[in-house]
């Protein structure tokens, strides 16, 4: 892949010190000659998911090229934690396809010094995300040493160090890490040792290249019948220990999400699974969950057990004739009591049911659910 277009030559030229957060799709020559349309389709719908995830946490899109993505940020963890839920999401839409069909992310995270050039930055700090990116595997995450300076301690991540690497037109090695685990999201797979020998850390990194994403995608064959069964238990149970699960209608009748459309949207309704993700924040780990709701006639209605099973989370809303969608989802204790988590917005596509929004704290949320 060809480095960035560099031409400095604009007079009055601006430096600043950014985070850079560059990705593109593995073997993507491949994919395209295999079925050009459907890798397109793909990768639209996956780079969709990427622009929200990049607004959600205060970053810019600044240039795209084919398969590449680049993105700029003015937190080294916000970049990070944008890039770990990116691959979360994207993880669960991938199980979708079949394996050879996947597009995949790689994804490398730089801090360091750009020029700006109208919208557009360069420089050796995009370019070392981007080379960074080549030592990712797929739907993995490769950092620099001075965005692990940054973000250490802060983030409930663990990481690999895969020591000083000398990448392509670079001309000082790069201290390099890898992102293994997140919690709450999983393990995530690991880039391969550099090529001067094997020690410690590149029998590590072999090891941790043959795990798999466990993002919470494994369930999403669960559906039909096994849903529509699943959800009938947990509205019994919430009906006999929760009261305000038993509310009446006009309690929420306030609520945006909770007002149907005036015209019913056709072709959307339907069972749909899939995840809900809170974001990291400065005292919680990023974590998803496994998430259901129905589409019916223009409103949107689901409740899953939590997973101690004290709690019922609750998700309303309402799809217009557009497919566009609001959402309110709270949590009821089965104690008593309810707690309101969060308000997203979003729209149903293709048989996709995704919003994003965030907490009343702050912390993002997203939701990713397939039509069954």
């Not at 969709?48 to 995830?53: E, I, P």
């Not at 930055?121 to 990712?136: C, E, I, K, M, S």
Request: proline residues 4%.
């Amino acid at each position: 892949m060809a480095d960035p277009i560099q031409n400095p030559t604009a007079p009055d030229l601006v430096r600043k010190l950014a985070t850079i957060l560059s990705a593109d799709v593995a073997e993507f020559s491949r994919l395209m000659a295999e079925d050009e349309e459907d890798t397109l389709r793909s990768f639209r719908a996956h780079a969709q998911v990427f622009d929200s995830l990049v607004a959600m946490h205060r970053g810019r899109i600044f240039n795209t090229a084919g398969d590449q993505i680049l993105a700029e940020f003015s937190s080294a963890v916000e970049a990070v934690r944008c890039a770990t839920e990116i691959q979360a999401a994207l993880h669960t839409r991938n199980e979708q396809l079949p394996e050879a069909r996947r597009v995949r992310f790689r994804i490398g995270v730089n801090l360091g010094d750009v020029m700006v050039q109208g919208s557009d930055l360069l420089g050796d700090g995009v370019n070392v995300a981007a080379r960074l990116q080549t030592a990712a595997p797929p739907g993995g995450i490769c950092l620099s040493g001075s965005v692990y300076d940054q973000i250490q301690n802060k983030l409930s991540l663990s990481f690999t160090s895969l020591g000083e690497r000398s990448y392509k037109n670079i001309p000082q090695p790069v201290r390099t890490f890898s992102i293994t685990a997140a919690e709450g999201l999983g393990v995530l797979p690991a880039a391969k040792p550099a090529r001067r020998g094997l020690g410690a850390v590149g029998i590590g990194a072999i090891v941790g290249a043959i795990l798999v994403i466990a993002v919470g995608g494994y369930w999403l064959h669960r559906h039909g019948q096994r849903t529509r069964m699943q959800s009938a238990r947990v509205e019994a149970a919430t009906d006999r220990k929760v009261e305000t699960a038993a509310a009446p209608a006009t309690a929420t009748t306030s609520s945006p999400a909770a007002t149907a459309p005036a015209t019913a949207p056709t072709g959307l309704d339907g069972q749909y699974a899939g995840q809900l993700c809170y974001g990291i924040s400065a005292s919680e780990p990023a974590r998803c969950f496994r998430a259901q709701a129905t589409v019916d006639g223009g409103r949107i209605d689901g409740r899953w057990a939590g997973r101690e099973g004290n709690v019922v989370t609750v998700l309303t809303g309402t799809v217009s004739p557009a497919g566009e969608v609001k959402l309110e989802i709270h949590t009821d204790y089965l104690s008593g009591g309810r707690q309101t988590n969060a308000e997203l917005s979003g729209a149903v596509k293709n048989g996709l049911l995704e919003a994003s929004g965030s907490l009343r704290n702050g912390r993002t949320a997203s939701l990713n659910l397939h039509r069954n």
